[in-house]
């Protein structure tokens, strides 16, 4: 299939290189950042150009990834080429795309996404399309990248996608506190890492309210008014440490 690229950050990157990894072409990329579009179209061998430089594409379908706000307004002619699009966000409604297509779905990567990645992840894709026949053509090309795809409307999208936010984002900002507090304290970090690979791999294979450990859970007083007085150089930390350890005593 050959696809048209709008966009050239994070999600656009992974998702060309997954495309050409499994025998697609991507045919030309569009950005406003044209040195970004100029970068991933070298390495996707491909042609280039500004959003609002007037283009004739050819392609079979015409991929939107760019950031939710930037769905509102994308300044290539999309409408003109009559050409399938499919946008990439977990929480902007399909309906958006009216103006830029007849026919027109959604093909959401259910994965953080780096460019920076040397190797690409597993990929669940939740996909939906305006018309039967939209779903089935997205749900077929969304088959030849993942084993994972599933059919998702607006509301199930976007639930999930607030899901991935706690999982991930959430999750990571936790990370950082930790770190931090590591550095600020001269303790080494790096001793966590075990022990995150062997949390994040415990709630992939038992429901994590059921694997749930620590003082909070056993309500150790002892323990947790040590860790505050701890904290007590740290009262941003502190809190966040208070909020979250009574939402798990007090579910």
Same mark, same amino acid.
């Given at each position: 299939m050959k696809i048209v690229l709008i966009g050239s950050g994070n999600v656009a990157t992974v998702l060309g290189r997954l495309i050409i990894k499994n025998g697609h072409t991507v045919t030309h990329v569009i950005s406003p950042h044209v040195e970004n579009?100029?970068?991933?179209?070298?390495? *996707? &061998? @491909?042609?280039? +150009? =500004? @959003?609002?430089?007037?283009?004739?594409?050819? @392609?079979?379908? $015409?991929?939107?990834?760019?950031?939710?706000?930037?769905?509102?307004?994308? #300044?290539?002619?999309?409408?003109?080429? /009559?050409?399938?699009? $499919? =946008?990439?966000?977990?929480?902007?409604?399909?309906?958006? *795309?009216k103006k830029y297509a007849?026919?027109? %779905?959604?093909?959401y990567p259910l994965q953080t996404l780096r460019k920076e990645m040397t190797t690409i992840?597993?990929?669940?894709?939740l996909v939906d399309g305006s018309t039967d026949d939209m779903y089935t053509f997205i749900e077929g090309f969304a088959k030849t990248? +993942? =084993?994972?795809?599933?059919?998702?409307?607006?509301?199930?999208? +976007?639930?999930? #996608?607030?899901?991935?936010?706690?999982?991930? /984002?959430?999750? /990571?900002?936790?990370?950082?506190?930790?770190?931090?507090? @590591?550095?600020?304290? %001269?303790? /080494?970090?790096?001793?966590? #890492?075990?022990?995150?690979?062997?949390?994040?791999?415990?709630?992939?294979?038992? +429901?994590? %309210? &059921?694997?749930?450990t620590g003082p909070a859970i056993r309500k150790d007083i002892q323990t947790l008014d040590k860790h505050l007085r701890l904290l007590n150089a740290y009262p941003k930390l502190r809190t966040t440490y208070l909020r979250i350890t009574d939402s798990i005593m007090n579910p």
């Amino acid at each position: 299939m050959k696809i048209v690229l709008i966009g050239s950050g994070n999600v656009a990157t992974v998702l060309g290189r997954l495309i050409i990894k499994n025998g697609h072409t991507v045919t030309h990329v569009i950005s406003p950042h044209v040195e970004n579009a100029a970068t991933l179209a070298n390495e *996707l &061998n @491909c042609t280039y +150009s =500004h @959003c609002k430089q007037p283009i004739t594409p050819d @392609c079979d379908l $015409v991929i939107l990834s760019v950031s939710d706000s930037g769905l509102e307004n994308i #300044h290539a002619n999309v409408k003109s080429w /009559n050409k399938p699009v $499919v =946008h990439t966000s977990g929480s902007v409604s399909i309906e958006i *795309l009216k103006k830029y297509a007849d026919v027109f %779905g959604v093909l959401y990567p259910l994965q953080t996404l780096r460019k920076e990645m040397t190797t690409i992840p597993e990929i669940p894709f939740l996909v939906d399309g305006s018309t039967d026949d939209m779903y089935t053509f997205i749900e077929g090309f969304a088959k030849t990248l +993942s =084993h994972q795809v599933q059919r998702a409307n607006d509301e199930e999208r +976007s639930k999930l #996608h607030l899901a991935a936010v706690i999982s991930s /984002n959430f999750t /990571n900002y936790m990370y950082k506190l930790a770190e931090q507090y @590591c550095i600020d304290e %001269g303790v /080494n970090f790096t001793l966590l #890492h075990p022990l995150i690979l062997e949390t994040a791999q415990r709630a992939t294979l038992f +429901s994590p %309210g &059921n694997v749930q450990t620590g003082p909070a859970i056993r309500k150790d007083i002892q323990t947790l008014d040590k860790h505050l007085r701890l904290l007590n150089a740290y009262p941003k930390l502190r809190t966040t440490y208070l909020r979250i350890t009574d939402s798990i005593m007090n579910p």
